[in-house]
T-cell receptor, first 114, second 112 residues
Framework: DQQVKQNSPSLSVQEGRISILNCDYT??????FLWYKKYPAEGPTFLIS?????DKNEDGRFTVFLNKSAKHLSLHIVPSQPGDSAVYFC?????????????FGSGTQLTVLP | DVKVTQSSRYLVKRTGEKVFLECVQD?????MFWYRQDPGLGLRLIYF???????EKGDIPEGYSVSREKKERFSLILESASTNQTSMYLC???????????FGSGTRLTVV
């Protein structure tokens, strides 16, 4: 049972336009959410995060929105650039336990077309 | 530049072999993790460790074990490799806060 779902395996957008990547979660205990970007043959790299006490966090071209009532978050990239082409993973974390574990979604392959 | 280093980028092993995947971090992080990445399944947690000699099972620990004898090193062991363990293996480390993980570059393991 996947607790973090990315229902779109792929997304293509034109350079300069907005990319919107979506993520849904089922565990109401999740209180911290992150987005990672992964290029082929490399490990994922941290992109942006948001705490459940916020509904928006912005960092340059990247903005993450959190809708707690819908258990939904999204990553907006504006404007999209060809170098943004990568797999994007949504991840969520809950307080408690011996260590903060991240639960990842299945990823969305973003292709930005020049 | 802080790093998580995985000893091998590519490995090919035979069915039934014992396989060791090594991971070293230089950030003095308490927590270390092993994930595998498979198409359509994302990253799934195999094992993690929150202290030296401490370990906990993740979501898919079957067929794997781990060892953490020193804080900086976390090893994943496939006791008897099988073809369904062909995958990309990713090691990560973190401090004890939800600041995210630092990942290694991954080891692409093929079991034939």
């Amino acid at each position: 049972d996947q607790q973090v779902k990315q229902n779109s395996p792929s997304l293509s957008v034109q350079e300069g336009r907005i990319s919107i990547l979506n993520c849904d979660y089922t565990n109401s205990m999740f209180d911290y959410f992150l987005w990672y970007k992964k290029y082929p043959a490399e490990g994922p790299t941290f992109l942006i995060s948001i705490s459940s006490i916020k509904d928006k966090n912005e960092d340059g071209r990247f903005t993450v929105f959190l809708n707690k009532s819908a258990k939904h978050l999204s990553l907006h990239i504006v404007p999209s650039q060809p170098g943004d082409s990568a797999v994007y993973f949504c991840a969520a974390s809950a307080m408690g336990g011996s260590a903060r574990q991240l639960t990842f979604g299945s990823g969305t392959q973003l292709t930005v077309l020049p | 530049d802080v790093k998580v280093t995985q000893s091998s980028r590519y490995l090919v092993k035979r069915t039934g072999e014992k396989v060791f995947l090594e991971c070293v971090q230089d950030m003095d992080h308490e927590n270390m993790f092993w994930y595998r990445q498979d198409p359509g399944l994302g990253l799934r947690l195999i094992y993690f460790s929150y202290d030296v000699k401490m370990k906990e099972k993740g979501d898919i620990p079957e067929g794997y074990s781990v060892s953490r004898e020193k804080k900086e090193r976390f090893s994943l062991i496939l006791e008897s490799a099988s073809t369904n363990q062909t995958s990309m293996y990713l090691c990560a480390s973190s401090l004890g806060v939800a600041g995210g993980y630092t990942f290694g570059s991954g080891t692409r393991l093929t079991v034939v």
